[in-house]
């Protein structure tokens, strides 16, 4: 799956084991846990390598971005494919 885009649904997959994990729920307040996000945003780096700025960024909004934004971080030509996403 390297450098191929996931549909968003596949992206947040992992988080969503147990229980759905809402879309546009901070980061730092998901059910799933800091130390859950950080191991999985390992894997999401891992086969789809993001570089550093969006790395700070996603730790700089830990306490506001949501698992939509950081697909728009990591993906930033996808962000329209989101429903409701806004249109540039």
Do not use: C, K
Not at 3 to 25: T, Y
Not at 48 to 65: K, L, M, Q, S
């Amino acid at each position: 799956m390297t450098g191929q885009r996931p549909s968003f649904d596949e992206f947040v997959a992992p988080l969503r084991a147990d229980a759905p994990a809402p879309d546009r729920m901070p980061l730092a307040e998901l059910p799933v846990g800091d130390y859950a996000l950080v191991t999985w945003l390992d894997d999401v780096h891992a086969h789809n390598p993001f570089d550093v700025a969006v790395e700070a960024e996603i730790v700089a909004r830990w306490d506001t971005a949501s698992l939509r934004d950081v697909y728009a971080l990591v993906f930033p030509d996808a962000d329209t494919d989101l429903p409701g996403a806004p249109s540039s």
